[in-house]
T-cell receptor
Framework: DTAVSQTPKYLVTQMGNDKSIKCEQN?????MYWYKQDSKKFLKIMFS???????INETVPNRFSPKSPDKAHLNLHINSLELGDSAVYFC?????????????FGNGTRLTVT | GQQLNQSPQSMFIQEGEDVSMNCTSS?????WLWYKQDPGEGPVLLIA?????ELTSNGRLTAQFGITRKDSFLNISASIPSDVGIYFC????????????FGKGTKLTVNP
């Protein structure tokens, strides 16, 4: 069973569209994250939720809106997509927030905006 | 600041050679983690370090949490072709938020 699964794996869309990426974890973790990996492979945190509550919100455009219906799911909705949004988006989870809980990552969603 | 300086950026080695990579920062870290990312997949945790001076092994991999708490290294002994990938250091900054910050990665190529 996949521990952290995200869908879709690939997403190609045009500028201006709205799209969503879904993430589910079956590890029983309380905390989930969205990371963005750019073309140079740099990983940067976007959001973190603990038990459905937002705890980390980096300087991300308002066009990005995460939603956590329950602690096993964290979705990412992106409005009015721009070329610069093209990247690989990784979902991750950890037992709890903070430094005693390593992150477990999904396999990523490669978003291409044309 | 919270930036992690990871080096080298890339390495090209022959199968059987040992590899060493490291991360440094001007900030003090509470944890150091090492991840490996294969193409088309997410980063996978290799080793987690929680105490200054801690030395931990995972098979052919060995990592240490620097005594100053500002650095860490990862060694891979007797490299094999499947060691190919991008290795990331990551850590939690002392007194910072709970976010995990990442280095820029070391791309390892192993020639058979």
């Amino acid at each position: 069973d996949t521990a952290v699964s995200q869908t879709p794996k690939y997403l190609v869309t045009q500028m201006g569209n709205d799209k969503s990426i879904k993430c589910e974890q079956n590890l029983g973790h309380d905390t989930m994250y969205w990371y963005k990996q750019d073309s140079k492979k740099f990983l940067k945190i976007m959001f973190s939720y603990n038990n459905k509550e937002l705890i980390i919100n980096e300087t991300v455009p308002n066009r990005f809106s995460p939603k956590s219906p329950d602690k096993a799911h964290l979705n990412l909705h992106i409005n009015s997509l721009e070329l610069g949004d093209s990247a690989v988006y990784f979902c991750a989870s950890s037992q709890e927030p903070g430094y005693n809980s390593p992150l477990h990552f999904g396999n990523g969603t490669r978003l291409t905006v044309t | 600041g919270q930036q992690l300086n990871q080096s080298p950026q890339s390495m090209f080695i022959q199968e059987g050679e040992d590899v060493s990579m490291n991360c440094t920062s001007s900030s003090i870290f509470n944890t150091w983690l090492w991840y490996k990312q294969d193409p088309g997949e997410g980063p996978v945790l290799l080793i987690a370090l929680y105490k200054a001076g801690e030395l931990t092994s995972n098979g052919r991999l060995t990592a240490q949490f620097g005594i100053t708490r500002k650095d860490s290294f990862l060694n891979i002994s007797a490299s094999i072709p499947s060691d190919v990938g991008i290795y990331f250091c990551a850590g939690h900054v002392q007194g910072g938020s709970e976010k995990l910050v990442f280095g820029k990665g070391t791309k390892l190529t192993v020639n058979p």
